[in-house]
């Protein structure tokens, strides 16, 4: 793969002349402001040169856009004046899933007082069975809306399914990716088109390579305001629901120009982990923190055993907050 960087108001059609001459298949698009041109396969386009290149970076890893090599920077991904991947440590904040108007209100009115600044809920749920509580659909984005413009927080929600695209795309500030799709790739290819800020979550059995390539496929339309959230894989282990992979969310960061979020709520699988798995998250230099708070977490419709009071949300922010100021960041 050869990631050609242009130069600015440069003419490059002779560029696109020559490879279409090349027989090689290339994709050009805008990215954080430069104008690239990917084209593979190598050995099709090794010896072309033209005066619109301003630097021809040869890729080896399977991973291209979003890897640090071209792009030295990190990455910040804004929504509204929330900023992820600066020295403000982000967190967001909600019940696993939208349950009710009043239920929304109470959380997201505790969050923001302690300190979040996204709010979270999910409409769509991705459910293990279909017997379980699927959640409101639209209508559990519409009370998200309704009470993140009320308490003034934007609001992430998980999309499942292309065919809702339109929905997310006029009501949502952030897309979730869940889980479950984090290899649907053409979810991930719709979500890149629709241009909006994106949380990936990293497949359960997925390795942070594949989680990367995953990530290609939304900045490779042009997206690229892309969020990576570890979220806990599959392994042996049975103490956990699932294994917060801080190692892998460490190695990440050194692969990546794009911010990393923890979610510490699903591996943690029982409240008791949440806070611990939370703080060791930030300690590893997670940018981001998504958080399941509902307000009475016993009764909850999915993830009841996971999420935390409003109370305990509030104790966790400000141990959050005592270790943000020691790693000299902000939350
Ligand atoms: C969620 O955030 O509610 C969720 C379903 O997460 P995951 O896809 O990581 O299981
Ligand atoms: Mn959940």
Not at 31 to 55: R, T
Not at 211 to 221: D, G
Not at 263 to 282: N, T
Request: a neutral charge; glycine letters at 8%.
């Amino acid at each position: 793969m050869i990631l050609y960087i242009l130069k600015d108001k440069k003419d490059y059609s002779l560029l696109k002349e020559k490879l279409n001459q090349s027989s090689a298949s290339f994709k050009l698009l805008n990215l954080y402001g430069k104008n690239l041109i990917l084209a593979w396969p190598d050995q099709y386009v090794k010896n072309i040169s033209d005066e619109s290149i301003e630097v021809a970076i040869e890729v080896k890893k399977p991973y291209v856009l979003s890897s640090n090599e071209w792009k030295k920077e990190p990455t910040i991904v804004n929504i509204g004046d929330v900023n992820i991947g600066s020295n403000k440590i982000v967190v967001a904040a909600g019940p696993c899933a939208v349950e009710s108007e009043e239920q929304v209100e109470i959380v997201a009115k505790a969050v923001k007082r302690a300190g979040a600044s996204l709010l979270r809920g999910g409409a769509y749920k991705p459910r293990t069975s279909p017997y379980s509580f699927q959640g409101l659909g639209e209508e559990g984005i519409r009370i998200l809306r309704k009470v993140g413009d009320e308490v003034g927080m934007p609001i992430v929600t998980e999309i499942m399914d292309t065919r809702d695209s339109f929905i997310f795309k006029n009501y949502v500030d952030m897309i979730q990716i869940g889980a479950r799709n984090a290899q649907n790739f053409s979810l991930l290819r719709e979500v890149g088109k629709l241009g909006k800020p994106v949380l990936l979550k990293r497949g359960l059995g997925n390795t942070v390579e594949e989680w990367l390539q995953a990530a290609e496929y939304i900045l490779f339309e042009g997206n690229g305001n892309v969020v990576l959230c570890e979220r806990g894989i599959r392994t042996f282990e049975r103490s956990t629901r699932f294994t917060l992979d801080i190692g892998g969310m460490v190695a990440a960061k050194l692969m990546t120009h794009l911010p990393i979020c923890a979610d510490p709520s699903h591996p943690a699988g029982k409240r008791e982990l949440v806070h611990s798995l939370a703080l060791a998250a930030v300690a590893a230099g997670a940018d981001m923190l998504l958080i399941e708070v509902h307000p009475t977490p016993e009764k909850a419709l999915s993830d009841a055993e996971q999420q935390l009071t409003p109370e305990s949300f509030e104790v966790l922010m400000n141990r959050i907050k005592s270790l943000a100021r020691a790693l000299g960041r902000d939350v």
